[in-house]
């Protein structure tokens, strides 16, 4: 009996991704198709070959592929054991259709930035309450592909913005609870996404959302300190919930909150 595909599917709330689609296919081959958005995708175990434009590709590991809306092409597995991909598909919001054509013609990135910035991503996504994050990692992903695409169009812009990145800091410290989009900063500042996360990174030494994390699990911290439950602080911090409270917690304390409180004294 042949095994069964595995696969995970679902829409983040984050701008411009139409769909996550993580699977993992032993046998099954993808016909010629198309699809509406682009197709960004690598792949963590064996490897897939697929046919673009009349031309044959491959996905190594080390390789970011990036698939054209609109454009027909096929998949299949490349080893006797398949392959296990990450999928995300993305609007013309992220990636304008002006560059079809040089992804047609260059469907496979070999840049390990690149790969592991989209890894990240993925982890991100799978974390309901890190869309500050998310969408930060993919501004700057978008902004990477568009280099690889379109190089003599883009200069690298990491210059500093100390102004700029006090305006976000600021604009951070304000919605610590409520939260706020890449987008809806970038909007209040007047300032192109990627820059901005660039210029407060270059200020700080932290990125947006680890700012802001941050802020959070201190607030935490003084909550848990008076006695409150680690649920209601959970709401009362900005975490989506408990368990989203407890992995940032871990990550920037060293133990959870339950233990946390444990420690209190008095």
Do not use: C
Not at 114 to 134: F, I, K, P, S
Not at 204 to 211: C, D, F, S
Not at 240 to 254: A, C, E, I, N
């Amino acid at each position: 009996m042949a095994p069964q595909p595995e696969v995970s599917a679902w829409r983040p709330r984050v701008p411009g991704v139409v769909e996550v689609f993580h699977a993992h296919f032993t046998e099954y081959a993808y016909p010629m198709h198309v699809h509406d958005a682009w197709t960004l995708l690598i792949v963590d175990d064996g490897a897939v070959r697929y046919d673009l434009e009349r031309h044959e590709h491959g996905t190594p590991h080390d390789t970011v592929t990036l698939l054209p809306p609109h454009v027909p092409h096929n998949g299949s597995p490349a080893t006797p054991y398949g392959f296990r991909k990450r999928v995300l598909y993305l609007d013309a919001t992220r990636l304008s259709d002006e560059l079809i054509g040089a992804a047609v013609d260059q469907p496979d990135l070999r840049d390990p930035v690149l790969r592991t910035r989209v890894g990240q991503l993925h982890a991100a996504l799978a974390h309901t309450g890190d869309e500050l994050e998310a969408e930060s990692r993919l501004t700057l992903i978008g902004e990477r592909l568009r280099g690889h695409l379109r190089p003599r169009d883009t200069a690298d812009v990491s210059r500093p913005d100390p102004a700029l990145a006090r305006r976000l800091r600021e604009l951070l410290d304000e919605h610590v609870v409520d939260g706020i989009t890449l987008d809806e900063a970038a909007g209040f500042v007047h300032a192109h996404p990627a820059h901005l996360v660039r210029a407060f990174s270059t200020a700080y030494g932290i990125a947006p959302h680890q700012y802001l994390n941050s802020r959070r699990v201190d607030r935490a911290r003084r909550l848990l300190l008076d006695g409150r439950p680690a649920g209601e602080v959970a709401s009362a911090t900005g975490f989506f919930d408990q368990s989203h409270l407890t992995r940032h917690f871990r990550k920037l304390v060293g133990v959870t909150p339950g233990r946390y409180t444990r420690t209190v004294r008095g």
